[in-house]
């Protein structure tokens, strides 16, 4: 798992706090997007309960969430390495992605930052945009409306995970 903090590290930070009368955590960075979504095992469970917010860091998964599959073809990004490597065990999944983002007539980018903050206990996630343009898609997901139709959508294609133990114990 690529999170700081396990779901038994908030609330032991919380409960010692709380003993010593002083505020616990407010907030923890945690990699979350609609591809790596392990924190719903036990973080987001945890900081929910715990009243901490999750700052979700890579978005974008690297730009696998983007828009990857079509940039490619149009030549405006040419995937090498780790990201050709990450698309290419994925290109079902982001092909499926990219095409419910057109019919729904949005940018892949938008969408994905518009779900991480329809999340309960997500208050931002943390963007790095290059350019004016992609600082105005990230402002953009802001008013992007995800009904539940599309929701679940988005959960057929990237499944979600339960908390623990019930994700994998029942």
Do not use: H
Request: with cysteine; hydrophobic share 40%; charged share 25%.
């Amino acid at each position: 798992m690529d999170e700081a903090f396990a779901g038994w590290n908030i609330a032991r930070a919380n409960e010692t706090a709380k003993a010593r009368g002083c505020l616990g955590l407010v907030s923890e960075q945690s990699l979350y997007n609609l591809l790596p979504r392990a924190i719903e095992l036990e973080v987001l469970p945890a900081a929910r309960s715990y009243g901490v917010g999750i700052i979700p860091w890579s978005p974008l998964s690297g730009g696998l969430l983007g828009g990857v599959l079509k940039k490619e073809r149009e030549g405006r990004r040419r995937l090498a390495g780790i990201a050709k490597a990450a698309t290419e065990s994925r290109t079902d999944a982001i092909a499926a992605y990219e095409d419910l983002c057109d019919k729904l007539g949005e940018e892949p980018a938008d969408v994905a930052l518009a779900w991480l903050l329809r999340q309960q206990g997500v208050p931002a996630p943390i963007i790095g945009p290059r350019t004016l343009g992609q600082l105005d898609g990230a402002q953009r997901a802001l008013s992007v409306e995800l009904d539940a139709g599309t929701l679940a959508q988005l959960d057929e294609i990237f499944p979600g995970r339960k908390p623990a133990p019930e994700d994998y114990a029942w």
